[in-house]
């Protein structure tokens, strides 16, 4: 609650028990109601008219005391405001309405030493209606504070909602980043590697040939770094990171591993197999990463790279033979493998990956030629 709402309730709070104190003060004076002596009046009058000040926060205790007071010496009006506090705290609820009944016989009844039925009818007459507009008036309120919250509750739920799916987004973007970074720049990373192991130790004039590879492949990598740099400074728009890799697109990077002194055994279909969007991004992602693992965990050995259409999936098989570790190896995150699995199982098919027992290693996967997506369609 905030202090201008604070002060404003206790301004009010302060003007409703001077103005229901005032009418019970002048109605001890003007009537002779009441089980105590008539100079008695004024003071109870003033007491109850102080009790009001706390009616929020203790309605039922507040409301015996101004009922007492009217027993006593018929301050009537205090109880007006009290039943109505009580109401509106409580709303529909058996306090309220066990409340009401007492306020009602109490305000009623002319607590006077022979008092006759005469009296009755003239009070019912006047404090009836001002009862129920108080009753009415409760309810009310209550309700409305009742509603003004539950709108309050959900908005703020709605809100943790989004909060929680655009924490989700971002979560998601940083991983999608993440791999986009290990896939691309990690590779041609590895290639620069590569090749610069290579040109320590060439001796057969091709010198010149190995640094303009490097420097082709160096050129590339900084290029795609600039992208996805330029994806993480723009907030407001999603830039897609790159053309989406596919199937097609493995004849490419099997030319760059080529180029940069990789010696692969190449046997692919042909022709190339139509695929789903899914399905030729795993398979892409799947051979870039395992070649540059086997740069970098085994360089100089041969890599073979296979696909075979087996009825309706795809099988991508790529295995490296023993070969030498450089140093670049050791400072792998270990995230790679995980990447490919999760890409292959995105897109619908399995992975098996692991050592070969005469050293090496492969990597298997069986993907489908039809997407779930258009089976359902068909």
């Known amino acids: 609650m905030s202090r201008l709402h604070l002060i404003r309730r206790v301004i009010v709070d302060v003007a409703l028990a001077l103005v229901f104190g005032f009418m019970a003060y002048e109605s001890v004076h003007t009537s002779s109601i009441g089980v105590l002596l008539p100079a008695a009046g004024p003071a109870i009058a003033i007491a109850s008219g102080i009790a009001l000040l706390f009616r929020r926060y203790y309605p039922l205790p507040v409301l015996t005391v101004v009922l007492l007071a009217d027993i006593a010496v018929g301050t009537t009006f205090p109880g007006l405001l009290a039943m109505y506090t009580v ?78 799916l655009a924490a989700a987004a971002v979560e998601a973007e940083r991983i999608r980043i993440a791999r986009e970074l290990h896939d691309i720049v990690a590779h041609r990373i590895s290639q620069v590697t590569v090749l610069a192991g290579a040109l320590e130790v060439s001796a057969d004039g091709k010198s010149a040939e190995m640094a303009g590879t490097i420097r082709e492949t160096g050129t590339k990598a900084l290029n795609e770094m600039r992208e996805l740099l330029g994806v993480l400074r723009d907030s407001d728009v999603h830039v897609p990171l790159r053309p989406a890799p596919d199937l097609a697109a493995v004849r490419e990077l099997l030319d760059e591993a080529v180029a940069s002194g990789q010696r692969l055994e190449i ?19 799947l051979v870039q990463e395992s070649l540059t693992n086997a740069a970098k965990h085994a360089a100089g050995a041969e890599v073979r790279v296979a696909m075979r259409v087996h009825g309706a999936a795809l099988e991508v098989d790529v295995r490296n033979g023993r070969g030498d570790r450089i140093f670049v190896a050791a400072q792998g995150s270990g995230s790679g493998l995980v990447g490919m699995r999760e890409r292959v199982v995105l897109a619908g098919g399995t992975l098996h990956a692991g050592p070969l027992a005469t050293g090496g290693f492969a990597v298997h996967a069986r993907l489908p030629l039809i997407s779930a997506e258009t089976e359902e369609v068909s």
């Open 87 to 164: 109401v509106d705290r409580y709303g529909n609820r058996m306090v309220t309405w066990l409340s009401t009944v007492a306020t009602i016989v109490v305000l009623l009844v002319p607590w006077a030493p022979g008092w006759t039925g005469s009296l009755l009818a003239p009070r019912a007459a006047v404090l009836v209606p001002l009862m129920l507009a108080s009753v009415a008036l409760g309810l009310w309120t209550n309700q409305r504070r009742q509603t003004l919250e539950g709108l309050r509750e959900r908005a703020e739920q709605a809100e943790r909602e989004r909060d929680l």
């Open 267 to 285: 046997e692919l279909p042909e022709p190339l197999p139509e695929v789903p969007g899914p399905v030729g991004r795993a398979v892409y992602r």
